[in-house]
């Protein structure tokens, strides 16, 4: 048993789901018992889809149990073939019915259906809804496109002279994070550089167009968890060859393009050398320079996580202080991701252990999902949403994509926004017990005011003395406290770990240490534990304090 | 208030469309959004699979919570290889959420369609948690599966895990008042004044915003039943000796007066107190009903299965508000606690219990309400193909019991009128 406070994944036939809804004529008919049908508002709130998933459930209750509910399912398939009349259905059992074993693909080919019925394994209690997804999407293309494979050892049909280049874009799916406008930003660019698009699927594809993936050049793999292991059985089976660029960030969507149309066999020069991208020059004008080094703590799915980081430090200047996935197919690309900004792989889905992360190394910034930012709330961190799981919010009405030149854009104005703007940020190093911009306060472009709870100082572990909940009196006189904790920032996150039983601070350090800036002083007063208990000392003095700061700063 | 038409026998001995197909409705589990709000230092710990906790983030989730007082232990496949014992694990899972959380004092064990049909005990689970964690946490559960339990039914067996352990009042107590169902604390505090002015003295509400609250309960407790899906907990208190005060349920002014009365009735409050004290609320609702009549009055309501309210709100719609009812569609219908409120429905009333959603989609499409009721799952779709809808479930997290919410209550089915006007305008 796992204790789940929050899961980044659904179960395995929600990711059967997001296949069927993203494509047209096709029917799931999933075993399930009454109230399964909530996965249905995920497509019609979250996503605001105007129709109901293609997906009949049997819904069994109780009672039915000690009767038929194999006849249950039967019947089910039967009256969702004769009423929606698709070209192709999907059949499976939800984690409640694979205990009760009835076989849906079994039940179905004793129906004898007049159209293709894929029945999905999906074992709910190991797997979850990326893999859930992608297993299904490499069942439908099996079954639908394999009748059209060559026979093996056939050589591949050369392009001929004057043909344009032409591609599938695969992994669009249902709920997917920003799937929409990644798909028209990547659509754009691949019209640009004059390359034709055979099928776009899951998202808008019919049986028939899984039918005809063969006849593309080559695939354009836009999400990996999704669409990997069906490029990889059409690369051999029908010899086409898959991108493995996920063009997220400028340098990425360069890259992208050099690598589509190597494949393509075209001259990329001109569509390179117009490529438009506020991006590059926001992150180069002075205002951002305040940006270098932020401590960012990166995670999500394996793809957005990886890129986000990539983005992070080579485009915004950034320091990546932690990266992690909950993606654990995906753990290899993370893990080669760790080994480039020097930090340890986080693979887990495990909230809590995210969260226990996420405080120990306090970051002034969370690029996460949706459940980052109950941690992000917890701890009082800035963050924003770069993968999913996500909720209604991030599936905007804007134009909002994350991939191609337009995507960097979205991703620069995200990142930023939810940080201290540079100028409230030196005020508050200043100057304090400012009644409106004081250190626990939002930021004030925020709307943020008053309030101490709104930042309250995470570190929950740690007992402050009644006597410091006092406001702290206005000092003059200190030097630039960002730096104590900048330069603190860069120390050896090991240090922390190596001694047993905390020092204990004296009330002039407490009230020292809260001079320092919010959105360092976590890392300052580990920084100082960690010193303290090094060197032996039993009480942190504001000598200790400013110590440990030069010490770090060696 | 509208008199009762002596020549209607309302729909007590009307017939019933029972249906079965597929239902398009919440689990119990559902129950967990707002009760954990209500009972402040409960916890409720789903033992289900990662269905369970996706359906649960999928409704509350949007909230960013920093302390989430609910969570779910996924089985996985060691529990089911037998690998694991999944008691030990169990109570690895509450050991570890309790020292996370000292404050909590309640901890609901909750079963879903996994932990059932593998036949985990969690009733003896919660007894041996108990034990451990006494006096500080108390540990209780019930089952909101949805192989048994439908959405609103999860508080009803929440509140029926929770009786065996209110205190027992003396056999010579004197004559108390209990209010049953889970209401917004405003309602409650209004329904608390009605009663002191009424000269109920006592009278506590079930369940109680803080676990080191539970009311008393013993043969001389009367109860009434604010909610109409409490069919268990009523069961339960009666199994304790309370009794239950036939009524109609406190929505909309009619069935508030007549709530209000059931319990003047059994405590002797004179007739002339009575309307003194509801005479302000009375006039208070005719007045928020009067604005919005013009804007309801003749319009055919749909209502699709979901919380067992249907029927009462569908009673003060037709009744108060001169709305068409097309169909009502409840999940479950208690014939014995709902039968003042099928009286009151207007004679022929089409009513409908279970479902089979696409057979009864055909009947809305084919019947053109102008407003359906139904849940999350159909209200866009349904949306797109032109109808008005109202979600359903907006009527449980809403304050909608009372004099004072009589205006709010009507006012939930006019707003989705009134946008669709003002935007096709």
């Known amino acids: 048993m796992q204790l789940t406070l929050w899961t980044y994944e ?16 096709v029917h799931y008919v999933l075993h399930a018992p009454q109230g399964d049908t909530y996965a249905d508002l995920l497509f019609t709130m979250i996503e605001r889809n105007p129709k109901r998933p293609p997906v009949t459930y049997t819904t069994f209750q109780a009672r039915d149990l000690g009767g038929d509910t194999a006849e249950l399912f039967k019947t089910a398939a039967r009256d969702a073939f004769e009423r929606f009349k698709p070209q192709a259905m999907m059949v499976g059992a939800s984690c409640t019915a694979e205990l009760i074993q009835d076989d849906p693909g079994g039940l179905c080919k004793a129906l004898d259906l007049p159209i293709p019925v894929v029945a999905l394994e999906l074992p709910s209690y190991q797997r979850k809804e990326n893999w859930g997804a992608s297993e299904t999407f490499y069942q439908m293309v099996r079954a639908l496109a394999g009748p059209q494979a060559p026979a093996p050892g056939t050589a591949k049909p050369q392009r001929q002279a004057g043909q344009r280049p032409r591609c599938n874009i695969l992994g669009p799916a249902a709920l997917g994070f920003r799937h929409r406008d990644d798909l028209r930003e990547i659509s754009g660019l691949l019209a640009q550089l004059g390359i034709d698009i055979n099928v776009v699927a899951p998202l808008n594809a019919t049986p028939a167009d899984l039918a005809r993936l063969g006849d593309a050049h080559f695939n354009v793999v836009l999400y990996p968890e999704i669409a990997t292991l069906t490029a990889t059985w059409l690369t051999r089976t029908f010899g086409q060859p898959a991108t493995k660029t996920i063009p997220i960030g400028t340098g990425a969507t360069r890259e992208f393009i050099n690598e589509v149309a190597a494949l393509a066999g075209i001259d990329p020069t001109a569509v390179l050398a117009q490529a438009a991208s506020n991006a590059p020059w926001y992150s180069k004008s002075v205002d951002s320079t305040y940006l270098t080094n932020k401590r960012v703590f990166v995670f999500g799915d394996a793809t957005h996580a990886v890129a986000a980081a990539r983005v992070a430090t080579q485009e915004m200047g950034f320091q990546v202080v932690g990266i992690g996935t909950y993606s654990r197919e995906f753990a290899r690309e993370v893990r080669e991701a760790a080994k480039l900004y020097g930090v340890e792989p986080l693979i887990s889905d495990d909230y809590l252990e995210i969260e226990a992360k996420i405080v120990e190394l306090q970051p002034e910034l969370v690029l996460g999902t949706q459940m980052e930012r109950h941690i992000a709330k917890r701890v009082g961190v800035p963050c924003a949403v770069i993968s999913a799981p996500v909720h209604v919010q991030d599936f905007p009405a804007r134009y909002s994509p994350q991939m191609g030149f337009e995507g960097a854009n979205v991703l620069f104005d995200t990142w930023v926004h939810p940080l201290m703007m540079g100028l409230e940020e030196h005020l508050i190093g200043m100057f304090r017990g400012d009644a409106e911009f004081h250190e626990d306060a939002a930021p004030s472009h925020l709307g943020g005011h008053g309030g101490k709870a709104a930042r309250a100082e995470a570190a929950p572990q740690i007992h402050v003395p009644a006597a410091l909940a006092e406001p702290v009196a206005v000092a003059a006189g200190v ?44 890392k300052a007063r580990r920084n100082t534990e960690a010193y303290a208990q090094d060197k032996r000392v039993p009480v942190i003095t504001v000598e200790t304090l400013y110590d440990a700061k030069a010490h770090f700063s060696r | 208030m509208i008199a009762i038409r002596p020549e209607s026998k309302g729909c007590a001995d009307a017939p019933v469309l029972r249906e079965r197909g597929q239902r398009e409705v919440f689990c119990g589990l559902t129950g967990i959004i707002w009760l954990h709000r209500k009972i402040q230092d409960a916890f409720f710990l789903v033992v289900g699979s990662r269905t369970c906790a996706h359906l649960i983030q999928s409704a509350a989730g949007v909230m960013i919570f920093a302390e989430p007082r609910f969570a779910t232990a996924i089985i996985d496949e060691r529990d089911l290889a037998g690998l694991a014992d999944c008691n030990d694990e169990l109570d690895r899972v509450v050991t570890r959420l309790l020292e996370r959380r000292p404050e909590i004092k309640m901890l609901f064990l909750v079963g879903s369609c996994p932990s059932e049909v593998i036949k985990l005990d969690l009733s003896r689970a919660a007894a041996r948690l108990s034990g451990r964690f006494s006096p500080n946490v108390r540990v209780l559960n019930y089952s909101g599966s949805g192989i048994e339990t439908t959405f609103t039914q999860g508080e009803d067996a929440c509140l029926a895990a929770l009786v065996p352990a209110l205190p027992a009042a003396a056999d010579d107590a004197p004559a108390s008042l209990l209010v049953v169902g889970a209401l917004a604390d405003v309602v409650e505090d209004q329904f608390a004044r009605l009663f002191k002015q009424l000269g109920i003295e006592r009278v506590r509400f079930f369940p109680p915003r803080h676990a080191n609250e539970l009311p008393e309960v013993g043969p001389n407790t009367r109860f009434l039943l604010a909610q109409p899906f409490l069919a268990d907990t009523a069961r339960m208190l009666e199994a304790r000796g309370a009794k239950r005060l036939a009524a109609p349920f406190p929505l909309g002014s009619e069935g508030t007066s007549a709530w209000l009365q059931a319990a003047a009735d059994s405590f002797a409050v004179d007739a002339a107190t009575f309307d003194r004290v509801t005479a302000p609320g009375r006039q208070r609702a005719a007045a928020a009903l009067a604005r919005l009549r013009p804007q309801l009055a003749g319009k055919r309501v749909f209502f699709f299965p979901d919380s067992q309210l249907e029927i009462p709100i569908a009673r003060f719609l037709a009744r108060e508000l001169g709305m068409q009812l097309v169909e009502v569609g409840t999940p479950y219908l208690h014939r014995q606690h709902l039968a003042e409120e099928l009286a009151l429905l207007p004679e022929g009333t089409a009513l409908s219990e279970g479902q089979h959603v696409d057979n009864q989609l055909d009947r809305c499409r084919a019947a053109q309400p102008d407003i359906v009721v139904c849940g999350l799952g159909l209200a866009n779709p349904l949306e797109a193909e032109g109808l008005t809808t109202k979600w359903a479930i907006e009527l449980v997290f809403t304050p909608i019991h009372g004099f004072e919410q009589a205006g709010d209550l009507a006012e939930l089915f006019a707003r989705p009128l009134v946008r669709r006007m003002k935007l096709v305008a």
């Open chain 1, 10 to 25: 659904g179960p395995p036939h929600v990711g059967a789901m997001r296949i069927a809804t993203a494509m047209k004529n």
């Open chain 1, 479 to 522: 030097g630039n406290d960002a730096s104590i904790a900048s330069t603190a920032g860069q120390a050896d996150e090991r240090e922390s770990h190596t001694v047993a039983a905390p020092a204990t601070w004296a009330p002039d350090a407490e009230k020292e240490l809260r001079k320092i800036p919010f959105f360092v002083r976590g």
